[in-house]
């Protein structure tokens, strides 16, 4: 039972680009929120982006950016002028209804991991 998948990652040279993708289950409908959040080494997870409060953080603003592909149900992250500081672990999640239920739950991906060199 598997719901949103993430791949992309990979390793890139500081100043580099990157961009990952979070493909979301079919069953999954009525989607409200859309969010990323990385996890970096000994560090608490952090939001990246969210469709519903603070949108980007303020140390990815201006270099991530959010598309989505409605016919792959696909949502993309966008990662351009990488950062060392960028390495984690990224993961996508959504806000939604899975199919033949009444309520709406937060999913969440594995995660892909993000290096970026020095």
């Known amino acids: 039972q598997v719901h949103l998948v993430e791949s992309g990652g990979g390793f890139v040279q500081a100043g580099g680009s990157l961009t990952l993708s979070c493909v979301v289950s079919?069953?999954?409908?009525?989607?409200?929120?859309v969010g990323w959040s990385r996890q970096a080494p000994g560090k608490q997870r952090e939001s990246v982006y969210s469709?519903?409060?603070?949108d980007y953080a303020d140390s990815v603003k201006g270099r991530f950016s959010i598309s989505r592909d409605y016919a792959k149900n696909t949502i993309y992250l966008l990662m351009n002028q990488l950062k060392p500081e960028d390495t984690a672990v990224y993961y996508c999640?959504?806000?939604?209804?899975?199919?033949?239920?009444?309520?709406?739950?937060?999913?969440w991906g594995q995660g892909t991991q993000v290096t970026v060199s020095s």
């Open positions: 999640s959504v806000d939604g209804q899975l199919r033949g239920t009444r309520h709406i739950g937060r999913y």
């Open positions: 469709s519903d409060g603070t």
């Open positions: 079919e069953n999954m409908t009525s989607i409200i929120v």
